[in-house]
Structures are given as structure tokens and as C-alpha cells.
């Protein structure tokens, strides 16, 4: 596992794209899951990492719109999944060991940003049950088809620079905010991804946690025009503002660190721009980094045992 964050000179930065990562690499006879990889950027790395070689299994809530989606990329086959319903995650992961098939790449992609206040089961708050406890389910319930060597992918975000995880108040049951709310269910991809890797080390299992960059994507639904220009992320006529990526580019960060070999001995780690993330230095999450809430192993020891109460699963 990784003792220190710091960029290792990998020859990509944030203009790549997810086809410039996989240039020379072959994934023939591979399976990968994507979830949400029918719309932004999980559609981008579903159609990469296809053609590139692998089978791509794209779990969607929307299966018809995920179809209609992926109806060019017969390499991807849609199953459905709402990762807000753990009876979902449960009936799906059981249906995908029945048929004996390996998994080399899982990328934890799908998400929800700035939503209003939704609660979701036992009134879990839905940016940490979809963002995280979906995603910890899952992965858990999938690990008899994780193949040796294989690598999960949790998208997190420079989101993670606005909270820790509050301990506390994990549901926010004493007032309601959508940013920390998002922030915190990045934290705990983070945390999720580091923890993963020390655990599955052993068996050859890597994880890794990645901030895909700025994009204007449909993750952004919730959040009305207005407040896109407020925050700077786009320009008076519209365009995504300076140091914003296209979603070819949004989704390189997950591809790479889903198959790049340069990551070989730096399992668990936080990666931005086809690199390891250095230490943030700055509170300017357009310039990024990890904050160091985010890579701590003993939060991560302590929000795994915490999920794996709640989700009734464990790796």
C-alpha cells in the first residue's frame, strides 16, 4: 500500500482521454462493470474500455434508457440495478455469481450530486447510501467473482475538500446541507478504496480512489443554471469555463487507474489527471489534490466496519 501521496511522472495529464490511457493496451476476453456507464462519464469509459476489448457490464436503474444509450457498443450488456435499494444490490450480485463469470475491472461510477433532501431505506441520507453504502454493498457481495489482479475503481471528487466524515451525523438528522452531503460521500469513496486494498492485497485485489476533474456532465441535474454561473463553471455564453475537461477526459482518470500498469505497488491510493494526487496545498478544488481526511487508514478501518453493520455485508 501507498505511505505517501505524490505524483510519479506518468506521461498523461488532464487533457488525456480514456483512449489516449488505453492506447497499447489490450482487454480481450476481460469483463469490467461500470455502473452508471450509460451517461456521462461512465459512458465514456464504457465505450473505451469496449474498445479496448473488454465485456462491459453496465448495472443501470434506467435499463431502457441505458439500452437505447449503449445500442451502438454491443460489447456492453445492461442489467438492472437501483443502488439505492440494497434488496437490488442483492438480487443483482446474486443473479451475476449464478452465471460463474470474473470480474477484472469494477468502476464504482454512478452518483448523485446537490440533490434535496432524500432519504432512502431506514431514512439513510441518499448522497452517503447511493455515492457509498450502494457501492460498498455491491462490491462486497461481487468479491467471489473478483478475479486475481483485478481493480475497483471508486469515483470520488475534489468535493472530498468540504468534509470529513461526520461521525456524528451521518444523515444528517440535524439539518440538511446537499454540499457537505455530497462532499461527504466522497470522503468516503476515498476512504472506501484504501480500505478495499488492504484488505484484498493479499489475494491480488487493488483499489483505488480518483477525482475525474470538472465536467459538465448529467451528475449535475440538480443544480440549477444559475448557480452553474455563480460557482464559475461556465462562461457568460455558456461554455464550461477554463480548466473544465470534456467527458472523454472526465473519464480517463477511472481508465487509467483501472488498467494501468504503472500503478502496480501503489494500491489504495488517490488519483487526479492519470496520476497520483499530490497532498492538497490549497483549498481550490478546481487545482485539486487529497486532503489528508481522505487517505487516513484508520477512518477507512472505521467506516468499513460502520458500512459493513448497515449494508449486513463485509469483504
Known amino acids: 500500500m501507498i505511505m505517501k501521496q505524490q505524483k510519479i511522472g506518468t506521461g498523461f495529464g488532464a487533457h488525456s482521454t480514456a483512449d489516449d490511457v488505453l492506447a ?19 459512458l465514456e469509459a464504457t465505450r473505451a474500455l469496449a474498445r479496448a476489448g473488454a465485456r462491459v457490464v453496465v448495472p443501470a436503474r434506467r435499463a431502457a434508457l441505458a439500452e437505447e444509450a449503449l445500442r451502438d457498443v454491443p460489447e456492453a450488456e445492461v442489467q438492472a440495478l437501483d443502488l439505492a435499494d440494497l434488496e437490488s444490490v442483492r438480487t443483482f450480485s446474486d443473479r451475476f455469481l449464478r452465471t460463474g463469470r470474473t470480474l477484472d475491472i469494477v468502476i464504482n461510477n454512478a452518483g448523485i450530486m446537490a440533490c434535496p433532501e432524500t432519504r432512502i431505506g431506514p431514512g439513510w441520507e441518499a448522497h452517503f447510501a447511493v455515492n457509498h453504502l450502494g457501492h460498498f454493498a455491491l462490491v462486497n457481495r461481487l468479491r467471489p467473482s473478483l478475479a486475481p489482479g483485478s481493480r475497483v475503481v471508486a469515483v470520488a471528487s475534489s468535493g472530498h475538500f468540504l468534509s470529513d466524515i461526520r461521525w456524528d451525523d451521518l444523515h444528517f438528522r440535524t439539518g440538511y446541507d446537499r454540499w457537505l452531503a455530497y462532499a461527504q460521500s466522497k470522503t468516503a469513496n476515498a476512504l472506501f478504496a484504501h480500505h478495499l486494498d488492504r484488505l484484498g492485497a493479499a489475494s491480488g485485489l487493488h483499489a ?9 456532465t448529467p451528475l449535475q441535474r440538480h443544480v440549477p443554471r444559475d448557480e452553474w454561473r455563480a460557482h464559475g463553471w461556465v462562461t457568460p455564453d455558456g461554455r464550461p469555463a477554463d480548466g473544465f475537461k470534456t467527458p472523454q477526459q472526465g473519464a480517463a482518470t477511472a481508465v487509467w487507474a483501472a488498467t494501468s500498469p504503472l500503478l502496480d505497488g ?16 490549497t483549498d481550490d478544488m478546481l487545482v485539486g489534490g487529497v486532503k489528508p481526511w481522505a487517505t487516513d487508514p484508520e477512518a477507512a478501518a472505521r467506516l468499513w466496519a460502520l458500512s459493513s453493520e448497515l449494508t449486513e455485508t463485509d469483504f
Open 208 to 216: 483505488f480512489a480518483v477525482h475525474p476533474g470538472s465536467i459538465l
Open 266 to 281: 501503489y494500491g489504495g491510493a488517490y488519483c487526479q489527471d492519470c496520476d497520483l494526487a499530490d497532498p492538497a496545498a
Open 24 to 42: 497499447g493496451i489490450d482487454l480481450t476476453g476481460t469483463t469490467a462493470l461500470v455502473t452508471g456507464g450509460y451517461s456521462g462519464l461512465g
